[in-house]
């Protein structure tokens, strides 16, 4: 499913504070897996007989997705 091609380099935050310590990173532009880039498939429109651009699901016609990557700070239990 997922490779590392790029790192992201964790340090713990200096003070963290009660509640939730979280952060988030968003990386970008990543080519859409099940539409191979290209944000469409050809289909036919109900009714009619004409192959029509059919966004992909996945998506939604961008082409693109982006990983939301979320870090949860919490203290170890030993």
Request: glycine letters at 12%; one cysteine or more.
């Amino acid at each position: 499913m997922s490779r590392i091609k790029k790192q992201l380099a964790i340090c713990p935050p200096a003070y963290m504070c009660k509640g939730p310590n979280r952060e988030n990173f968003v990386s970008t532009g990543h080519k859409c897996g099940y539409c191979k880039g290209n944000g469409w498939f050809w289909g036919t429109e109900e009714g009619s007989r004409e192959d029509v651009h059919v966004s992909c699901p996945v998506c939604g016609g961008s082409g693109e997705l982006d990983a939301i990557i979320t870090v949860d700070w919490k203290p170890s239990s030993k």
